[in-house]
């Protein structure tokens, strides 16, 4: 694909400029079915009436943003969503309440306040993760009083797997990687006839039923967009959203376009080093595999291939993809746990750090910042996803001890 601009921007870190963004692309266009305004509007409505809801903090680092050079930073913490410690909370729950209001004839608000346990016992829902989206999925079964079965890839760390256990999910460890625990899922839904609630369709797979799943779950991370628009005192004009299989800066970019048009900020997406799918998919021009071994200590990232539905959009929606090495957000993570004077602390997961290790990689280098337009009237806004979803792995990997001391907080 040519018109491709890729540079180092730190050590071992690569920013490639969006080949289909420009600045006057028509924001208020993108999207996909599942996303349209009415959708998003809808989950917000669902979501925001079950008895669990409550906003998460967005919280401003102005010594940070002097530091870097910019006018804002702001970070919005995810990590105590709904209790289940990510952002994911607002996509799987959502969509399985929905799935199970279709078959039952009931309202989805009704099935998250848990008033039709006894109707929903016999169902079962699976999905695949490495972590956070099984225990969205485990949590919005138990709220709504079904089962759950979670398949995981072979290198999930144990602290991962008995959270999924804490919330009632039965754990089926794989023996491969998380696009293998993907098809693991499929195949059993298929074979048992359980609630398939996944977020991500994967290249070559045709299935309109888990299309639909997939739009509904990104329309419940959408909500974080409005929760930020409403903090905001002025919208962000850089969003760096971590990569995955593209959900999350999918919802965020198409509804920020919703509701700001031509307005709506610059989208830079960031994955680990050896597991950027969208990364190599921009290279490409259309969905290809990560180059990578998907050996990456950014569990929640480790994904091999695109979701299509995000892929489509992000396409011409994303300005820029970087890839970092696992260093970069580990470094990210003890940066927030021990911010600068003034700063507020916050604790981050590997995952979760990883769009302000986009942030610190960027902003220091000067090519990027011209390419991005970064400057010091910009206002960043990074999305911690989670919280750290293995606390003993957080000590090892930063040296900081948790919970992290009430006068650091």
Not at 106 to 130: H, I, M, N, Q, Y
Not at 254 to 282: K, W
Request: aromatic fraction near 4%; hydrophobic fraction near 45%; charged fraction near 20%.
């Amino acid at each position: 694909m040519t018109g491709l601009t890729e540079f180092p921007v730190s050590t071992d870190a690569r920013l490639l400029a969006g080949p289909g963004w420009s600045p006057d692309w028509p924001r208020h266009q993108v999207g996909c079915v599942g996303l349209t305004p009415d959708a998003c509007g809808q989950a917000a409505r669902v979501i925001r009436a079950c008895p669990a809801y409550a906003p998460t903090p967005l919280r401003a680092l102005p010594a940070l943003a002097r530091a870097l050079g910019v006018a804002r930073v702001d970070v919005k913490d995810e990590g105590k969503r709904l209790g289940v410690g990510s952002f994911k909370a607002l996509g799987a729950p959502y969509a399985l309440a929905l799935a199970l209001a279709d078959r039952l004839g009931v309202t989805p608000e009704a099935l998250l306040a848990g008033k039709e346990r006894a109707s929903c016992a016999s169902f079962t829902a699976a999905a695949a993760t490495d972590g956070n989206h099984g225990r969205a999925v485990a949590w919005g079964a138990r709220q709504i009083g079904c089962k759950a079965e979670i398949f995981v890839p072979a290198a999930i760390s144990l602290g991962r797997v008995r959270a999924l256990e804490a919330l009632g999910a039965q754990v089926v460890r794989g023996r491969g990687s998380y696009d293998q625990a993907v098809a693991d899922c499929a195949w059993q839904c298929m074979e048992q006839g359980w609630l398939e609630i996944t977020d991500t369709l994967s290249p070559g797979r045709v299935d309109p039923c888990i299309e639909v799943t997939v739009g509904r779950i990104m329309a419940g991370y959408s909500l974080i967009a409005d929760e930020v628009l409403a903090d905001l005192p002025q919208p962000p004009t850089h969003v760096l959203a971590q990569g995955g299989v593209g959900g999350l800066a999918a919802a965020l970019i198409t509804r920020l376009g919703q509701r700001l048009g031509l307005d709506a900020p610059r989208l830079i997406v960031v994955e680990p080093e050896r597991a950027a799918c969208l990364y190599a998919s921009a290279v490409a021009g259309h969905p290809a595999p990560a180059d990578g071994d998907l050996e990456t200590l950014i569990a929640g990232l480790a994904c091999g291939e695109v979701s299509v539905p995000a892929w489509e959009i992000l396409r011409t929606a994303a300005c820029a993809f970087v890839r970092l090495p696992d260093a970069a957000a580990i470094e990210a993570m003890r940066r927030l746990a021990r911010p600068l004077a003034g700063d507020p602390a916050m604790v981050a997961g590997e995952t979760g750090a990883a769009g302000m290790a986009g942030l610190l990689a960027v902003a220091t280098n000067p090519a990027a910042r011209t390419v991005l337009a970064l400057d010091e009237s910009s206002r960043v806004l990074v999305v911690a996803t989670e919280e750290a979803s293995d606390p003993d792995l957080y000590t090892i990997l930063t040296g900081i001890p948790l919970p992290l001391k009430k006068e650091e907080v």
